[in-house]
Nanobody
Protein backbone atom coordinates (compact mmCIF):
# COMPACT_ATOMS: atom_id res chain seq x y z
CA UNK A 1 0.00 0.00 0.00
CA UNK A 2 1.28 3.43 -0.90
CA UNK A 3 -0.35 6.79 -0.28
CA UNK A 4 1.23 9.94 -1.67
CA UNK A 5 -0.04 13.38 -0.75
CA UNK A 6 0.64 16.54 -2.72
CA UNK A 7 -0.62 20.08 -3.07
CA UNK A 8 0.74 21.63 0.07
CA UNK A 9 2.71 24.84 0.19
CA UNK A 10 2.77 28.39 1.48
CA UNK A 11 -0.59 30.14 1.30
CA UNK A 12 -1.74 33.52 2.51
CA UNK A 13 -4.54 33.74 5.08
CA UNK A 14 -7.89 33.66 3.34
CA UNK A 15 -6.53 31.68 0.43
CA UNK A 16 -7.51 28.25 -0.83
CA UNK A 17 -5.73 25.02 -1.51
CA UNK A 18 -6.53 21.59 -2.87
CA UNK A 19 -4.63 18.63 -1.52
CA UNK A 20 -4.43 15.34 -3.39
CA UNK A 21 -3.75 11.80 -2.26
CA UNK A 22 -2.92 9.08 -4.74
CA UNK A 23 -3.36 5.52 -3.55
CA UNK A 24 -1.72 2.43 -5.00
CA UNK A 25 -1.08 -1.18 -4.06
CA UNK A 26 -4.65 -1.83 -2.94
CA UNK A 27 -8.19 -1.68 -4.32
CA UNK A 28 -8.67 2.04 -3.73
CA UNK A 29 -12.34 2.02 -4.71
CA UNK A 30 -13.14 -0.57 -2.02
CA UNK A 31 -12.08 1.45 1.00
CA UNK A 32 -13.07 4.54 2.87
CA UNK A 33 -10.36 7.16 3.13
CA UNK A 34 -9.57 9.90 5.61
CA UNK A 35 -7.59 13.08 6.05
CA UNK A 36 -5.81 13.93 9.29
CA UNK A 37 -3.37 16.67 10.16
CA UNK A 38 -0.70 17.48 12.70
CA UNK A 39 0.03 21.04 13.64
CA UNK A 40 3.40 22.06 15.08
CA UNK A 41 3.65 20.82 18.63
CA UNK A 42 0.26 19.10 18.57
CA UNK A 43 -1.05 15.61 18.12
CA UNK A 44 -2.87 14.15 15.14
CA UNK A 45 -6.23 15.72 14.43
CA UNK A 46 -8.87 14.01 12.31
CA UNK A 47 -10.34 16.19 9.58
CA UNK A 48 -12.66 14.25 7.36
CA UNK A 49 -13.65 10.84 6.02
CA UNK A 50 -15.24 9.65 2.81
CA UNK A 51 -16.72 6.22 2.21
CA UNK A 52 -15.79 3.98 -0.70
CA UNK A 53 -18.40 5.43 -3.03
CA UNK A 54 -17.99 9.06 -2.12
CA UNK A 55 -21.65 9.26 -1.12
CA UNK A 56 -20.99 9.52 2.62
CA UNK A 57 -18.73 12.26 3.95
CA UNK A 58 -17.99 13.19 7.53
CA UNK A 59 -16.23 16.24 8.89
CA UNK A 60 -14.76 17.24 12.21
CA UNK A 61 -16.43 20.19 13.91
CA UNK A 62 -13.32 22.31 13.59
CA UNK A 63 -13.54 22.29 9.76
CA UNK A 64 -16.38 24.85 10.03
CA UNK A 65 -17.58 24.21 6.48
CA UNK A 66 -14.25 25.25 4.97
CA UNK A 67 -13.10 21.75 4.03
CA UNK A 68 -14.50 19.54 1.27
CA UNK A 69 -13.45 15.94 0.79
CA UNK A 70 -13.94 14.11 -2.49
CA UNK A 71 -12.58 11.17 -4.41
CA UNK A 72 -12.04 9.94 -7.95
CA UNK A 73 -12.07 6.17 -7.88
CA UNK A 74 -11.29 5.88 -11.58
CA UNK A 75 -7.90 7.47 -10.93
CA UNK A 76 -7.33 6.36 -7.32
CA UNK A 77 -7.21 9.92 -6.01
CA UNK A 78 -8.72 11.59 -2.98
CA UNK A 79 -8.91 15.34 -2.56
CA UNK A 80 -9.25 17.85 0.23
CA UNK A 81 -10.31 21.33 -0.77
CA UNK A 82 -9.64 23.94 1.90
CA UNK A 83 -10.92 27.48 1.66
CA UNK A 84 -10.57 30.60 3.82
CA UNK A 85 -7.30 29.29 5.19
CA UNK A 86 -6.30 30.42 8.67
CA UNK A 87 -2.95 30.37 10.42
CA UNK A 88 -4.34 27.60 12.62
CA UNK A 89 -4.55 25.41 9.51
CA UNK A 90 -0.77 25.29 9.32
CA UNK A 91 0.05 21.60 9.62
CA UNK A 92 1.27 18.50 7.89
CA UNK A 93 -1.72 16.92 6.19
CA UNK A 94 -1.88 13.16 5.88
CA UNK A 95 -4.22 10.91 3.99
CA UNK A 96 -5.06 7.55 5.45
CA UNK A 97 -6.67 4.36 4.23
CA UNK A 98 -9.49 3.04 6.38
CA UNK A 99 -9.84 -0.64 7.21
CA UNK A 100 -13.40 -0.76 5.90
CA UNK A 101 -15.51 0.50 3.04
CA UNK A 102 -18.32 2.20 4.93
CA UNK A 103 -18.33 1.57 8.67
CA UNK A 104 -15.34 2.90 10.60
CA UNK A 105 -12.93 0.23 11.81
CA UNK A 106 -9.83 2.39 12.11
CA UNK A 107 -7.09 3.43 9.72
CA UNK A 108 -4.27 1.15 8.75
CA UNK A 109 -2.02 3.03 6.31
CA UNK A 110 -0.89 6.64 6.12
CA UNK A 111 1.04 8.68 3.62
CA UNK A 112 4.09 10.75 4.47
CA UNK A 113 2.16 13.99 4.44
CA UNK A 114 2.22 17.34 2.71
CA UNK A 115 3.01 20.55 4.56
CA UNK A 116 0.59 23.45 4.46
CA UNK A 117 1.85 26.74 5.81
CA UNK A 118 -0.58 29.63 6.14
CA UNK A 119 1.24 32.90 6.54
CA UNK A 120 1.36 36.39 5.13
Amino acid sequence: VQLVESGGGLVQPGGSLRLSCVGSGFAFKDYAMSWVRQSPGKGLEWISRIDWSGDSREYAAHTKGRFTISRDNANNIMYLQISSLESEDTAVYYCAKDRGATEYYGMDYWGEGTLVTVSS
